[in-house]
């Protein structure tokens, strides 16, 4: 009975808080975690008060375990437990992964989720890369929108990305955000802006978006012809971080 007693000891007696009380004194507490109630009994120690760690566990939603053949407290949260993910279904892209860095930039026909916060705008975008078409193919299109568009310069050529650009959210739901073509950048494998190119672009990507609303057009780039690795830029600030970052 001993050894029993001890074991059920040192099952309720990892969590403790000081006290006033006096030794081996017993009470009622009322404890509170995230706003969830329960009332559990104490034992107070030497002016320590000692909480059953399987009530805190419950509140906390962890399960408790002992394990009487090695002595061991098993405490597991349910945000440690492993999940399968189902296959058949898209994974979402949590803040600060894919498509939110210059390092891990979105493939083609994944979406990016990314919150919009400066001084005027407050909104979050749902931004996806959708077709990419470059070289003879884009200039044919380019040419073919307005006959007096210019060919690209010497060693360069046009790229056309279509993007399909949503509001998810925006602060003053009343409000409408304003989606263009020059909104994007384009930056070359070697980390540097290319400069915006004056075009009459097909299809272009514009409109006036409120919530849920949603557009898709093209945003017309000039790429040099060697550069095969570009990443288009959304909702940079000022020094370069950040944004949306999209692989052609």
């Known amino acids: 009975m001993k050894k029993k007693f001890f074991v059920a000891l040192g099952l309720t007696s990892v969590i ?13 507490f009322t ?18 008060t000692y909480l059953p760690l399987k009530d805190i566990g419950t509140l906390l939603g962890a399960s408790v375990q002992y394990d009487a053949s090695t002595k061991t407290v098993n405490v597991t949260s349910k945000s440690s437990t492993p999940t399968t993910p189902n296959p058949s279904t898209p994974s ?38 959708e077709e990419v078409i470059r070289g003879d193919e884009a200039w044919r299109m380019i040419s073919n929108e307005n006959m007096f568009n210019d060919p690209a310069p010497e060693g360069f050529e046009y790229m056309l990305a279509k993007i399909n650009v949503k509001i998810v959210s925006n602060l003053d739901s009343d409000a409408s955000v304003r989606i263009n073509r020059r909104d994007f950048t384009l930056v070359s494998s070697q980390g540097k802006d290319y ?6 672009t097909p299809e272009e990507l514009d409109g006036n978006l409120y919530v849920s609303a949603s557009a898709s057009g ?12 570009p990443l288009i830029a959304f909702g940079r600030k000022y020094d370069g971080t950040g944004g949306v970052w999209l692989k052609p």
Do not use: C, M
């Open 92 to 129: 979402s892209q949590p803040a600060g992964t894919i498509g939110l860095s210059r390092s891990k930039p979105a493939p083609l026909g994944t979406e990016v989720n990314f919150k919009v916060d400066d001084y005027s705008d407050k909104y979050t975008v749902a931004v996806t890369l």
């Open 16 to 28: 403790a808080i000081s006290s006033a009380l006096g030794a081996y004194a017993a009470t009622k």
């Open 195 to 200: 400069e915006l190119h004056s075009v009459v």
């Open 218 to 229: 093209y945003a017309s780039f000039v790429v040099k012809k060697d550069d095969q690795n």
């Open 31 to 48: 404890i509170k975690v995230n706003g969830s109630v329960a009332n559990t009994d104490a034992k107070v120690i030497n002016g320590v």
